[in-house]
């Protein structure tokens, strides 16, 4: 399967934890999105990357969540300190280029925090 | 801030028949793209189709158009020949074309859409 995927695709976890997630774009493409979306809501912009650059970043993304791209292939998605706010679907999302608009999407990462 | 407005939460239509999917966004920017896209249940999230604003002619793709009026920013999508498959989540959704502009792309809150046999 070459689309982007996402690891792990469900994850439970007691609130105070630290959890991480797993993005693996598609191969070449240069942009990678993290988006998240909550039950009856469209997915909202997090933050995203060309290459290893980490070009903006939502105020949605507080202090406690940070999103690395180290060589500019995978990507990771870390949120420290759980709480139950940050229950959804964590989407990510890689394009081949700036002029290349078609945002290719991964099955998502859905977060339970209990 | 750009924001992008879905005012149908759900919608059903019979197979093989027509429906229209609205939607309405707000932006000071000229040049962007809009987009509609498809979340089938537990699936990933698909493009049906794209919008380029400084194009006058409505984008289609087989079943698939859409209605754009920029002057009063709206962008619907028409589905024709409704099938059992296109059961699923519509976003639409809206992306700067500005050079050096945000590459981000703002969701409405969807339109769940059931297709009845």
Known sequence: DTGVSQNPRHKITKRGQNVTFRCDPISEHNRLYWYRQTLGQGPEFLTYFQNEAQLEKSRLLSDRFSAERPKGSFSTLEIQRTEQGDSAMYLCASSPGSFHTEAFFGQGTRLTVV | ?117
């Open chain 2, 1 to 117: 801030a750009q924001t992008v407005t879905q005012s149908q939460p759900e919608m059903s239509v019979q197979e093989a028949e027509t429906v229209t999917l609205s939607c309405t966004y707000d932006t000071s920017e000229s040049d962007y793209y809009l987009f509609w896209y498809k979340q089938p249940p537990s699936r990933q999230m698909i493009l049906v189709i794209r919008q380029e604003a400084y194009k006058q002619q409505n984008a289609t793709e087989n079943r698939f158009s859409v209605n754009f009026q920029k002057a009063a920013k709206s962008f619907s999508l028409k589905i024709s020949d409704s099938q059992l498959g296109d059961a699923a989540m519509y976003f639409c959704a809206y992306r700067s074309a500005n050079q050096g502009g945000s590459e981000k792309l703002v969701f409405g809150k969807g339109t769940k859409l059931t297709v009845n046999p």
